[in-house]
C-alpha cells in the first residue's frame, strides 16, 4: 500500500510515520524466531554496553530472515517513495532493552541524540549519518517504561537549524539544550509495525522497567548520493527526499 497524502504531510511536519500491521505475520515469525533463540542461548551480558551501542546477535545482520522484513515486505518500496534511488542495504541493526530485573548490569540508557553524530563511541569528527530510519517492532510494545524508543515531534526541523547554524564537525554535544531536555513521546506498537523516522529526528531511549524484553529491526536507509554531502544533508533535510519534496509541492 502506497504512502497516501496525509502520510507524507505527517513526515514533512512530523519527521515519522507509523504503518501499522504492515508487515506479514510470516516474516516477523522467522525474524522472532531467530532474534528469540539467539537472545536466550547466545546473549552475553558482559556485552552489554557493547551490544547498546552498536548492535545485538551481529552475527545475525545480514541473515535473510531479518533482511526480508525490509526487503520482501514491502518496507523498501515505502522507503523509495520518500527518498528515490536507495543506496543497496546489506545488514539489520537489532536492538533490544533488555528488562532491568534479568540484568546482572545495567543496561546504558541513550540521551537524546541523531545516530551517527557525535556517538560517545566514536570519533566526534566522524559522521555515520544517512537518510531514513525503518524500525520493524518485533515485540508488543504497550508501556512507555518498557525501554520504547523516544523521539522528538518535528524535531528534525529543529535539528537542521542547530546544523545550520550553532553546531561544527567535532562538537561533543549531540543535541542543544533545549532538545536534550525533552522527554520525547514513546513509539508503542506491535509486532509488524513499521516506523520510517527522518534521520534528523532526535530520540532518546530508557531503561525497561517491564517483564517483557523490547526487540526492534532497524535499517538506515540512505539517497545514493548522501555519503557524498553528509554535512549538506545535515542541514537541509530534504535534500535526501526529492520525491516526498516534489510531491509536496
Given at each position: ?23 506479514p505475520a ?21 556485552r552489554?554496553?557493547e551490544?547498546?551501542q552498536?548492535?545485538?546477535?551481529p ?5 535473510r ?6 526487503y ?16 543497496p542495504?546489506?545488514?539489520t ?11 546482572d ?14 556517538c ?7 559522521l555515520?549519518t ?9 515485540s508488543?510494545i504497550?508501556?512507555?517504561?518498557g525501554?520504547?524508543?523516544r ?7 529543529q ?9 561544527s ?21 506491535k509486532p509488524g ?24 529491526a ?14 549538506d544533508a545535515l ?8 520525491p ?6
Open positions: 500500500m502506497p504512502l497516501t497524502t496525509d502520510d507524507l504531510s505527517t513526515f514533512t511536519t512530523r519527521g515519522m510515520i507509523v504503518k501499522r500491521n504492515f508487515v510470516s516474516l516477523i515469525d522467522d525474524a522472532t524466531a531467530l532474534v528469540t533463540n539467539w537472545y536466550h542461548t547466545g546473549l552475553d551480558q558482559r552489554i554496553t551490544f547498546t552498536r548492535t545485538f546477535a552475527h545475525l545482520g545480514d541473515h530472515d531479518l533482511l526480508a522484513l525490509f520482501r515486505s514491502g518496507v523498501a518500496e515505502l522507503a523509495g517513495e520518500l527518498i528515490g534511488d536507495v543506496a542495504l546489506t545488514t541493526q537489532i536492538q533490544i532493552r533488555v528488562p532491568e530485573d534479568q540484568l548490569q545495567a543496561q546504558p540508557e541513550k540521551a537524546m541524540h541523531v545516530d551517527g553524530i557525535a560517545p563511541h566514536l570519533d566526534p569528527a566522524e555515520r544517512f537518510s531514513l530510519l525503518v524500525g520493524v517492532v518485533l508488543d504497550i508501556d512507555p517504561a525501554g520504547a524508543l523521539y522528538v515531534i518535528g524535531g528534525h526541523l535539528m537542521a537549524e542547530w546544523f545550520r547554524t550553532k553546531w564537525l567535532g562538537i561533543t554535544a549531540q543535541a542543544p539544550p533545549h532538545i536534550d531536555a525533552e522527554r520525547g513521546t514513546p513509539l508503542l506498537g509495525d513499521v516506523l520510517l523516522m527522518h534521520h534528523l529526528v532526535p530520540h532518546a531511549v530508557g531503561r525497561n522497567l517491564t517483564a517483557i524484553p523490547r526487540v526492534m532497524y535499517f538506515r536507509v540512505s539517497h545514493v548520493d548522501h555519503a557524498s554531502r553528509r554535512l542541514r537541509d533535510p530534504w535534500l535526501d527526499f526529492p516526498l519534496t516534489a510531491r509536496m509541492r
